[in-house]
């Protein structure tokens, strides 16, 4: 039995385990993509997708590799800080380094 088949075996038989969608009052988190742009390097995918929910808008960086997925998300309140500090490291990367 593989790691996966294990964890659904303990949720199936976990009197705790709760099912969220099944509650009274669960709206669900339905999120509509506005724009999205996918970009390959070496091996890595990327999906950047900007999104929003009954929460609100946000920005979804996606990077897929190796089978994994890992994502950030910043929400719209901290694009302008986010492009700002990005901008800054790429200048502070594309200066000459001291000899």
Sequence with gaps: MNRLDSDRNFCNR???FVNFQ???????NMENVIA???VQVE???????????DR?????ITETA????????????????F???LAAVLNMANKPSPV
């Design 43 to 53: 091996r890595k995918h990327l999906s950047i997708e900007f999104r929003e929910n």
């Design 56 to 60: 609100g808008r946000f920005l979804r």
């Design 14 to 16: 976990s009197q705790l």
């Design 36 to 38: 999205a742009r996918e």
């Design 83 to 85: 492009t700002s500090a």
């Design 66 to 81: 190796h089978g994994r997925r890992n994502a950030v998300i910043i929400p719209s309140t901290g694009l302008a800080d």
């Design 22 to 28: 099944d509650q009274p009052g669960y709206q669900g």
